[in-house]
């Protein structure tokens, strides 16, 4: 009898309507066993395939699924795979959950991938635009024309020719890859001499500039890493007074069972408070208390904090001068580091003894919208007599204007003496490790693949990303991979004429200015992608090659190392590919080969070889806490079983047991050799354990910080070695047409675009479960609403210099007035002739503009909006998917 899966393979005629026939049988048998997570509650009246299948379940085995998207869960997803097909999800259940040692359970992002692997919308073969030819045929079709189902043959003929026109008549600076730096298809423009690609600073905003270091000193914050050890171990949390939540928002953005951290500190009697222009539900689970700061203004709203502490401390004894002074410098003018090029210092410019303006709580107000009052108890708060942990995401730091962002926030922390103390800490939050500081556990090795750029290194930083397609020049600011600028910005000229989208990327959707980017691809002659579902850079390319997910590969290790500091996680194949996908390695090399190219020397490694190979060089620390061991355990028959290359090992595990649980955890224990303290090897001997600065210190005065500020931006700024107030390019000030006499101009309002538990970035946007489960509102202030009779339901025009969006509204008093948000990552749907996007895609809105370092400043854009007058929308459970139809 033939299998399902196998029906659904050997069948690319198989129709949507067959597709979602086969589908609902099968989850009909999951009704009947009982095994679908938030199913209906109405009884499912069984039928006699959903019968069979329904016995058949017990036959069925459970895997280790990757769940593979960008969020911060890194949860465990455990499938039960019948016949190929996934019949049931579960989560983590394979031990007790206990605070040594918990389960890490999977959200509802995880649990609805059943739908996205086997989902109707699948791109099932091969697809041509079918007013495209060589050479662009109609190319203001792209985004709204019909599809015409073709062969791989002459798909991947029709790549290669596009590709070898571009590079034989342009060169490299004809092609621009958009993806990310580990695809296989930058691996073949490195070997036809490189190409123009993108560089974006992505979620990590201004923090790009002090994180990470390429040979350059920074201010000392970090160490090393965006954020794994900048924070205290999950089990200090308790010891803390105050837990400050400074943007974190991990009940959406780290959904799992990272909140259960914060909750274990919550139910110890740990005070919560939150810092940001919206209540979020993280702030409502621990009944934080609210300070509200304007999108933008954080530098104004921590500057008059920093007032208040220096004007109190005689009185309330605040600030800890013991830490200043042994730790950093550049607070006073007797603390300057050695290479200071001026006499300013951090102390005298918060008094105003450089510019004559006080930054007191009374100057900040106007600015970030923070009572004084409340501006005032926060600075009582997190002074040095109380235990503070100032824990932080990067929503602030991806504002135009926040150069100084992640210096003013170590400032604070370092006024209070928050570092390198039980229940002290300073540091971030975010993703996978929020609550969970500390150098990884169990780390996964490198797969054997490096990084092949070419000779050409073009590279756009995300502002000027369609700048450099449009009008063929842009500002290269010599951005690595880590983002961090060499010591010159040149600008460059290039003729773009070909468009690679690699490994699934969605970056029309997820980067700065849509509109542009729509320009942008129907300006090129040929532009192809990879995708298993109509994406908006899907549909605005030529040619689609329908690309597998992850439950379809051998490998999934490029996204191990993103995992937990206690746990990583290691997926096996889920099923064979499904319809004519292929895997991205498959689709590199068909390309290569029609290149003239040797896959073998473009791409030297299959996937799973550089699977074993990450997995072969995994180590896990011992329990002193110091040494590192092998994680598994490999023999010659584990070798030869997988067919690979490799040297036996021994280690903490077999690699066949390792497959088989699909996870590594490790277990704690109060006061264990792991136990982490941010910063404590640097409190306890700061001589022989110094931070990466130019000083060995934390520098509040950054020689080096200016430095790359003024290479980024060409000399063009007024940024200082210290943190200052600088009006944004945009921002709240902007907002006026004339700020001295608070006159409102014609873009009234500021938004900001907050990570949604619906998707992770773009992901899952399509799924039916996720769209029930959450609509894509925007979030407007109850006053705003009123003022324009606005209800919640009702559809919104939300408008900029950038572009129009509509949206149904949500109004709320949990967001501050003059401040509207539109989650980040709903898909683009662009009324050709209207030019208004019916999605509500945020990047619409935001624009290719940046401030001096060129970081993508998602936050802090003006717009203005009213009640739309025209058909309103459905919701979008009510829409149909996004599926292409073209047997």
């Known amino acids: 009898m033939t299998s399902y899966l196998e029906k659904v393979r050997q069948s690319s005629e198989l129709s949507r309507r067959s597709f979602l026939k086969a589908s609902a049988a099968a989850t009909a048998a999951l009704a009947v066993s009982g095994g679908l997570a938030g199913c209906s509650p109405n009884k499912v009246e069984p039928v006699e395939e959903a019968e069979a299948v329904a016995r058949d379940i017990v036959t069925g085995k459970w895997k280790t699924a990757a769940c593979w998207h960008n969020c911060g869960g890194r949860c465990l997803n455990k499938v039960l795979v019948k016949d190929g097909i996934v019949v049931r999800q579960k989560t983590d259940d394979t031990h007790e959950d206990t605070l040594e040692h918990p389960q890490i359970r999977g959200c509802l992002r995880g649990r609805s991938q059943r739908q996205q692997v086997f989902g109707a919308d699948r791109i099932k073969y091969p697809l041509k635009r079918k007013h495209w030819e060589p050479g662009g045929g109609q190319k203001e079709l792209r985004g709204c024309d019909e599809w015409e ?363 700065l200015d849509i509109m542009a980017g729509i320009k942008a691809f129907r300006k090129v002659d040929f532009a192809y992608c990879q995708a298993y579902t109509l994406t908006t850079s899907a549909k605005y390319c030529d040619i689609i090659l329908p690309a597998c997910t992850q439950w379809e590969k051998t490998s999934a290790f490029c996204y191990l190392n993103l995992s937990s500091r206690e746990y990583q996680i290691y997926p096996s194949q889920i099923t064979e590919p499904l319809f004519e996908s292929r895997t991205d390695y498959d689709i590199a090399c068909g390309i290569a080969e029609r290149m003239g190219l040797d896959p073998k020397q473009v791409i030297p490694l299959d996937d799973k070889q550089q699977y074993f190979n990450a997995i072969a060089t995994s180590v896990t620390t011992e329990d002193d806490g110091i040494t590192s061991s092998k994680l598994a355990t490999i023999t010659q028959d584990d070798i030869d079983e997988w067919g690979v290359e490799g040297e036996p090992q021994e280690g903490k595990i077999g690699i066949g047991e390792l497959m088989e649980k699909g996870i590594y955890q490790v277990e704690r224990a109060e006061n264990d050799k792991h136990y982490y303290i941010a910063y404590k090897d640097f409190i306890d001997d700061p001589e022989n354990n110094p931070r990466p600065s130019a000083s060995g210190k934390f520098e509040i005065y950054s020689q080096s910080k200016l430095a790359n500020i003024v290479a980024a931006s060409r000399g063009n700024t007024d940024a200082k070695p210290y943190p200052t107030y600088r009006v944004p390019v945009q921002g709240y000030e902007t907002t006026f047409s004339d700020w001295d006499n608070q006159v409102k101009g014609d873009l009234p309002y500021l938004f900001f675009t907050p990570h949604y538990l619906r998707r992770a970035h773009t992901t899952l946007n399509n799924v039916p479960w996720l769209r029930e489960a959450f609509e894509n509102p925007v979030f407007i202030n109850s006053s705003d609403a009123a003022e324009k009779g606005i209800e919640t339901g009702d559809t919104v025009l939300i408008w900029n210099d950038f572009g129009k969006v509509l949206r149904r509204a949500s109004v709320l008093e949990t967001i501050m007035p003059g401040v509207i948000a539109l989650p980040h990552g709903s898909w683009v749907d662009v009324d050709e002739e209207t030019g208004i996007d019916h999605g509500g895609a945020e990047n619409v809105l935001s624009g290719g503009i940046s401030s001096d370092s060129f970081v993508s400043g998602y936050n802090n854009y003006n717009v203005n909006f009213e009640k739309y007058d025209g058909d309103p929308l459905e919701p979008d459970a009510l829409w149909p998917q996004r599926i292409i139809d073209a047997e």
């Open 149 to 511: 189902r073709i062969s791989w043959d002459e798909a991947l003929d029709y790549v290669a020719a596009e590709l070898k026109k571009a590079y034989e008549n342009y060169g490299p600076t004809g092609v621009y890859y958009v993806g990310w730096p580990l695809g296989y298809g930058l691996r073949i423009a490195a070997a036809l001499g490189g190409a123009v690609r993108c560089v974006n600073s992505s979620s990590y905003g201004t923090f790009n500039f002090y994180y990470r270091s390429i040979g350059l000193p920074y201010v000392g914050v970090g160490p090393g890493t965006y954020w794994c050890e900048s924070a205290n171990d999950r089990l200090d949390l308790v010891n803390s007074d105050t837990i400050v939540f400074y943007g974190c928002n991990p009940a959406w953005a780290s959904a799992g069972n990272h909140c259960s951290y914060f909750w274990r500190a919550k139910e110890a009697g740990t005070d919560f408070v939150y810092v940001g222009p919206s209540y979020n539900p993280s702030a409502s689970l621990f009944e934080a208390k609210w300070i509200r700061v304007r999108p933008g203004t954080d530098i104004a709203f921590l500057l008059s904090v920093a007032y208040t502490m220096i004007a109190e401390d005689e009185q309330k004894e605040l600030i800890d001068w013991d830490f200043l002074s042994k730790y950093t410098v550049g607070f006073t003018s007797d603390t300057m580091p050695a290479d200071a090029t001026t006499d300013e210092n951090f102390h005298d410019y918060v008094l105003g003894n450089y510019d004559g303006v006080p930054k007191t709580p009374e100057w900040a107000t106007t600015i970030c919208g923070t009572p004084v009052e409340d501006i005032v108890w926060f600075a009582e708060t997190i002074g040095k007599k109380n235990k503070v942990a100032i824990l932080h995401s990067f929503a602030a730091a991806r504002n135009k204007g926040a150069e100084d962002f992640p210096q003013m926030l170590m400032t604070i922390g370092a006024m209070g003496g928050h570092m390198g103390k039980s229940g002290h800490s300073c540091g971030s939050a975010f993703h996978s490790t929020a609550g969970a500081g500390g150098p990884s556990l169990v780390t996964v090795g490198g797969s054997g693949l490096d990084i092949a750029f070419g000779e050409l290194n073009y590279q756009v930083p995300d502002p000027e990303r369609w700048k450099a397609v449009l009008d063929g020049k842009f500002v290269d600011i010599g951005a690595g991979i880590d983002f961090a600028p060499f010591p010159e910005a040149v600008e460059r000229e290039v003729d773009i004429h070909v468009i690679m989208v690699d490994d699934v990327s969605n970056f029309l959707q997820s980067s």
